[in-house]
């Protein structure tokens, strides 16, 4: 099974969207939205640009791991 997102409600009675691995762990966790709505746009934001993101290793000092 692929991952997946799931929407939620939050105990202050906002959504929130989180991604799940194929395994089940939670890997992400969003914001605070008002709306269903604006979670869905906020998905759509978060999976459009992790195809663009730059990943940054911050355990040697500072450097950018290449995408192969």
């Known amino acids: ?5 799931e929407i939620f409600a939050d105990e202050t009675g906002g959504f929130r969207f989180r991604l799940k691995a194929s ?6 966790t969003s914001e605070r939205y008002k709306t269903i709505s ?19 290793d911050l355990t040697q000092g500072e450097g950018e791991l290449g995408r192969t």
């Open 23 to 28: 395994n089940g762990d939670v890997t992400a």
């Open 38 to 56: 604006s979670v869905v746009q906020g998905i759509e934001r978060f999976w459009k640009n992790t195809a663009t993101i730059r990943v940054e």
């Open 1 to 5: 099974m692929a991952g997946r997102y």
